[in-house]
């Protein structure tokens, strides 16, 4: 069982090489099929509908000790919903292939967050934590050079091909099941005696001080992260950009995140967790509304390394946050609720987008998520005042 965090980092690393990259691909796909920004919108939010509804069920089966199943049943949808992708002939069945690719991804990230706090002693958890979302920047950084020069190699003149790249994708993802299957079956919490305590309901949950802004943080950044996936190939192509160019232009995102990730630890010693939670959303609120102005992609670029930083700081201590308000009994549907709202931010932020897209122009989109993030920053401020004050 000692060896189960490698395993664990690098089935995470691969399944999000295939989400991240798919994202791109599923709106490029889209576009190729005749779909306008509301159409886009509306595929984008189906990623986010299955779980919005089976996250804290999931959560639950975690908690009950089932992680290793879930995360292997995540893994394997995960792969057959790329193939249904990779088919797809019209908007429709697209849409059915992203929503359940969203769901595998639920399966695999609510038990993969799980591991850690069943198997992490509390002083473990920022550490595990930060790793764990290092795995998931690497994974997403990955992925997108390898969707971005299979479809650069394989597209002609007439429009973006998809279907090599993301044959590709489920090819990473086939290879995260030898470390899937060597993750641990664990029944308890590791170091720690049975407990019959009951679990919270996300009522109580939600009620709890802190719950409320730390979800919405994590919502909004994460939300955000899926907007410019999935909008700035729109902007980029009003610009000229290739798909190569935009591929580039993510990856210095997931770059970025991958070096605030890797340096969490270090960066707590010195700066305090309330500060760090802040800078999430406050820093990455204005370089976000002002993408749609950077028609340069060097300064997009640098735009975009900000973003990236400050956004990969935000994701692992909002889970360190949440399973901290809550009972032992009730980790992994703690952080369940927080996927919960993750996933109905991105059910509604991309049909609201779309709808935006499609009235007042993509660039619009942009400036909204810069909104967003301000009114997140203002929130979490209240919150860890609050807390420091008690």
């Given at each position: 069982?000692?060896h189960w965090y490698p395993h664990l980092c690098v089935a995470t690393a691969l399944s999000q090489a295939a989400f991240n990259?798919?994202?791109?691909?599923?709106?490029?796909?889209?576009?190729?099929?005749?779909?306008?920004?509301?159409?886009?919108?509306v595929i984008a939010a189906l990623f986010s509908l299955l779980p919005l509804v089976v996250a804290v069920h999931v959560g639950?089966?975690?908690?009950?000790?089932?992680?290793?199943?879930?995360?292997?049943?995540?893994?394997?949808?995960?792969?057959?919903?790329?193939?249904?992708?990779?088919?797809?002939?019209?908007?429709?069945?697209?849409?059915?292939?992203?929503?359940?690719?969203?769901?595998?991804?639920?399966?695999?990230?609510?038990?993969?967050?799980?591991?850690?706090?069943?198997?992490?002693?509390?002083?473990?958890?920022?550490?595990?934590?930060?790793?764990?979302?290092?795995?998931?920047?690497?994974?997403?950084?990955?992925?997108?050079?390898?969707?971005?020069?299979?479809?650069?190699?394989?597209?002609?003149?007439?429009?973006?091909?998809?279907?090599?790249?993301?044959?590709?994708?489920?090819?990473?993802?086939?290879?995260?099941?030898?470390?899937?299957?060597?993750?641990?079956?664990?029944?308890?919490?590791?170091?720690?005696?049975?407990?019959?305590?009951?679990?919270?309901?996300?009522?109580?949950?939600?009620?709890?001080?802190?719950?409320?802004?730390?979800?919405?943080?994590?919502?909004?950044?994460?939300?955000?992260?899926?907007?410019?996936?999935?909008?700035?190939?729109?902007?980029?192509?009003?610009?000229?950009?290739?798909?190569?160019?935009?591929?580039?232009?993510?990856?210095?995102?997931?770059?970025?995140?991958?070096?605030?990730?890797?340096?969490?630890?270090?960066?707590?010693?010195?700066?305090?967790?309330?500060?760090?939670?802040?800078?999430?959303?406050?820093?990455?609120?204005?370089?976000?509304?002002?993408?749609?102005?950077?028609?340069?992609?060097?300064?997009?670029?640098?735009?975009?390394?900000?973003?990236?930083?400050?956004?990969?700081?935000?994701?692992?201590?909002?889970?360190?946050?949440?399973?901290?308000?809550?009972?032992?009994?009730?980790?992994?549907?703690?952080?369940?609720?927080?996927?919960?709202?993750?996933?109905?931010?991105?059910?509604?932020?991309?049909?609201?987008?779309?709808?935006?897209?499609?009235?007042?122009?993509?660039?619009?989109?942009?400036?909204?998520?810069?909104?967003?993030?301000?009114?997140?920053?203002?929130?979490?401020?209240?919150?860890?005042?609050?807390?420091?004050?008690?």
């Open positions: 069982m000692r990259a798919a994202r791109m691909l599923v709106s490029y796909r889209a576009l190729g099929l005749g779909a306008d920004g509301v159409a886009l919108g639950r089966a975690v908690d009950n000790g089932h992680p290793a199943g879930m995360l292997r049943a995540g893994v394997l949808l995960t792969a057959v919903s790329l193939l249904v992708i990779a088919v797809s002939g019209d908007l429709v069945i697209l849409g059915i292939g992203n929503a359940l690719l969203g769901f595998g991804q639920v399966l695999v990230v609510v038990a993969a967050q799980g591991f850690i706090p069943l198997l992490s002693e509390p002083h473990e958890l920022d550490k595990r934590f930060a790793g764990w979302s290092l795995a998931v920047s690497i994974g997403q950084t990955v992925g997108l050079p390898v969707a971005g020069l299979v479809s650069s190699a394989s597209s002609t003149g007439d429009g973006v091909a998809t279907t090599g790249a993301l044959l590709a994708l489920a090819g990473l993802v086939a290879l995260a099941g030898p470390s899937s299957f060597l993750l641990p079956v664990p029944r308890r919490a590791m170091g720690r005696p049975p407990t019959e305590e009951p679990a919270q309901s996300m009522v109580t949950m939600l009620g709890i001080p802190g719950m409320c802004p730390a979800v919405f943080s994590s919502l909004v950044v994460l939300t955000s992260m899926d907007v410019l996936s999935a909008f700035l190939p729109v902007l980029g192509e009003e610009y000229g950009f290739s798909v190569l160019l935009v591929t580039v232009l993510l990856m210095l995102r997931t770059g970025s995140s991958i070096v605030s990730r890797a340096f969490l630890p270090a960066l707590l010693r010195v700066v305090s967790r309330r500060w760090l939670l802040l800078s999430a959303t406050l820093c990455s609120a204005l370089p976000m509304s002002l993408l749609p102005l950077a028609h340069q992609p060097v300064l997009m670029g640098i735009l975009l390394v900000i973003v990236g930083f400050f956004w990969g700081i935000g994701q692992p201590l909002t889970m360190t946050w949440v399973v901290t308000l809550v009972s032992q009994r009730s980790r992994a549907s703690a952080l369940s609720l927080r996927l919960t709202g993750n996933r109905l931010g991105q059910v509604l932020v991309p049909l609201g987008a779309g709808a935006i897209a499609g009235s007042a122009g993509v660039a619009s989109v942009f400036v909204v998520t810069g909104a967003l993030l301000w009114t997140s920053s203002g929130l979490t401020w209240r919150a860890v005042r609050r807390e420091r004050a008690d």
